[in-house]
């Protein structure tokens, strides 16, 4: 069931959540509680019918469910909804308002603090509770460091890195209200949309997969880290790297596994030629079973292995896919 709410009417100083990544709850949740404060989710969209994961909000942690709706918002125009939550921030007064570190997420809360002028905080990947205040930490300096913050304007503002947390639900459904906007507030957008084109390349799943294939220096060369795609395709994998051979062009960003990358739990992580940079290890420790592919046995990456194979990536890689073809 779905109330409609005034803005005017909506309960004022709680932690609000910007979309439908139900995972930026998870570490969300155990601080509205210590704080006695609502965790709100806010989704966007022309309808209660295409808002995306409906079912899956509805199991979700969140303690209620602020639904915006307008036949303005059914394509994402990011001046158009920040002025919609800028409007929200200025009647409800939240304590702290938390997006994901996606395209939409890194699109509108740039936009929000700097209207507001407020802090932001980009990329968290821990939070945690210290005298009431809240402490967002995310890497720096090259990721060699991983700093503390806590922000000294209000609404806290931050983004928070996807795959960096588990998603978790609750038996308990969120209450669900529709949010009436003053009659007076301009649903104009400066982007005016031509022609809309859907996106056709396949995405990599890295944060669900249940298996993982992920590849550093030690392929050597991109024709070799290639071969990665041969093996993920026979073993139903994704295919991961490292931050170094992301820079070299061997592979997209997108497939970064690490602190500023992907963070994966697969039942299966199978890495060849990787070192165990901490900036990489950060974004898979939480495998079930690691294998690591290197030629060397004291690489810290082959150290925190359940399994190890001590030889040429390259070699063995090759092997393995031949032997998988004809088993």
Same mark, same amino acid.
């Given at each position: 069931?779905?109330?409609?709410?005034?803005?005017?009417?909506?309960?004022?100083?709680?932690?609000?959540?910007?979309?439908?990544?139900?995972?930026?709850?998870?570490?969300?949740?155990?601080?509205?509680?210590?704080?006695?404060?609502?965790?709100?989710?806010?989704?966007?969209?022309? %309808?209660?019918?295409?808002? !995306?994961?409906?079912?899956?909000? @509805? &199991?979700?942690?969140?303690?209620?469910?602020?639904? =915006?709706?307008?036949?303005?918002?059914?394509?994402?125009?990011?001046?158009?909804?920040?002025?919609?939550?800028?409007?929200?921030?200025?009647?409800?007064?939240?304590?702290?308002?938390?997006?994901?570190?996606?395209?939409?997420?890194?699109?509108?809360?740039?936009?929000?603090?700097?209207?507001?002028?407020?802090g932001l905080c980009a990329h968290v990947n821990h939070l945690e509770l210290k005298n009431n205040k809240i402490i967002m930490a995310r890497p720096t300096f090259g990721e060699n460091i991983i700093a503390q913050l806590k922000s000294t304007t209000h609404p806290i503002m931050a983004t928070i890195s996807l795959g960096a947390f588990s998603i978790k639900k609750s038996e308990k459904e969120p209450k669900f209200k529709e949010v009436i906007f003053p009659e007076d507030f301009s649903?104009?957008? %400066?982007?005016?949309?031509? !022609?809309?084109?859907?996106?056709? @390349? &396949?995405?990599?799943?890295?944060?669900?997969?249940? =298996?993982?294939?992920?590849?550093?220096?030690?392929?050597?060369?991109?024709?070799n880290f290639q071969k990665l795609f041969e093996l993920a395709e026979i073993l139903g994998a994704e295919v991961g790297g490292t931050r170094p051979v992301c820079y070299e062009g061997w592979i997209e960003e997108e497939r970064m596994i690490g602190i500023s990358g992907v963070t994966v739990r697969p039942k299966i992580y199978i890495g060849f030629g990787i070192s165990g940079a901490i900036q990489h290890t950060e974004g898979m420790k939480d495998s079930e079973f690691i294998i690591a592919i290197n030629t060397d046995k004291n690489a810290p990456f082959v150290k925190m292995a359940n399994l190890a194979l001590i030889g040429d990536a390259e070699t063995i890689l090759k092997i393995l896919i031949e032997k998988l073809k004809t088993s």
């Open positions: 069931m779905i109330n409609k709410i005034r803005l005017e009417e909506l309960s004022k100083n709680e932690i609000l959540a910007f979309g439908e990544k139900l995972e930026i709850l998870t570490p969300l949740k155990p601080i509205t509680q210590k704080l006695g404060k609502k965790l709100i989710l806010v989704c966007l969209s022309d %309808s209660v019918e295409n808002i !995306k994961n409906l079912e899956e909000i @509805k &199991k979700s942690i969140a303690d209620e469910v602020w639904l =915006i709706l307008h036949p303005e918002l059914y394509f994402f125009r990011d001046d158009l909804y920040a002025n919609v939550l800028i409007e929200l921030i200025k009647i409800t007064q939240p304590l702290g308002f938390f997006f994901p570190a996606n395209s939409i997420g890194t699109s509108l809360a740039p936009r929000i603090a700097g209207t507001l002028n407020l649903w104009k957008s %400066s982007i005016n949309l031509k !022609k809309f084109k859907p996106f056709k @390349k &396949k995405r990599p799943k890295l944060s669900s997969a249940k =298996i993982v294939v992920a590849g550093g220096r030690g392929l050597k060369n991109k024709n």
